[in-house]
T-cell receptor, first 109, second 112 residues
């Protein structure tokens, strides 16, 4: 199963963009890249996913490198409610989510 | 808007006890998963199931077993609880045709 690597922590100021990087150099061609985030005292929640193309939704954008060995989750304007642990995950076929240790994002007012 | 429900938020048991953690999902998902979460280690997959009565070992199955007698319910069993099984346990479910997995809010289990 592909392993993902993320920085342990990152900081941002409110209303600034945040770029959360992830390396997944061993990902296979059929594995999707998923991002989840976990707020305190809650289970992880889905943020976004992609295979090869960049993706946008109401929560974030996902930029995937052309060689698929890395990706970046982009929060366009961080808010205090975005403070969480963000997980970059390879989703295998058949379905299985392999988590890494995640990036703890701190957002300052 | 209930999706994945774990039977207890907090549970305290004693060493050697048989412990059952229950998880129920109301989305008719085929796939269900049990993870444990420990500081500095992230989420680690214990067991998962792609269908009723099917089970697959994850990365850390030792000391655990599971049961899936009905599609909506996936139980994690600690046959003889030990202190190193003190942890946060998270259940998740997903559809193979869906985009994402849904997680419960977790059970914080303490083994004394």
């Amino acid at each position: 199963d592909a392993k993902t690597t993320q920085p342990n922590s990152m900081e941002s100021n409110e209303e600034e963009p945040v770029h959360l990087p992830c390396n997944h150099s061993t990902i296979s061609g059929t594995d999707y890249i998923h991002w989840y985030r976990q707020l305190p005292s809650q289970g992880p929640e889905y943020v976004i996913h992609g295979l090869t193309s960049n993706v946008n939704n109401r929560m974030a954008s996902l930029a995937i490198a052309e060689d698929r060995k890395s990706s970046t989750l982009i929060l366009h304007r961080a808010t205090l409610r975005d403070a969480a642990v963000y997980y970059c995950i390879s989703r295998t076929v058949p379905d299985k989510l392999i988590f890494g240790t995640g990036t703890r994002l701190q957002v300052f007012p | 808007d209930v999706k994945v429900t774990q039977s207890s938020r907090y549970l305290v048991k004693r060493t050697g006890e048989k412990v059952f953690l229950e998880c129920v999902q109301d989305m008719d998902h085929e796939n269900m998963f049990w993870y444990r979460q420990d500081p500095g280690l992230g989420l680690r997959l214990i067991y998962f199931s792609y269908d009723v009565k099917m089970k697959e070992k994850g990365d850390i199955p030792e000391g655990y077993s599971v049961s899936r007698e009905k599609k909506e319910r996936f139980s994690l069993i600690l046959e003889s609880a030990s202190t190193n099984q003190t942890s946060m346990y998270l259940c998740a479910s997903s559809s193979s045709l869906g985009q994402s997995a849904d997680f419960g809010d977790g059970t914080r289990l303490s083994i004394l």
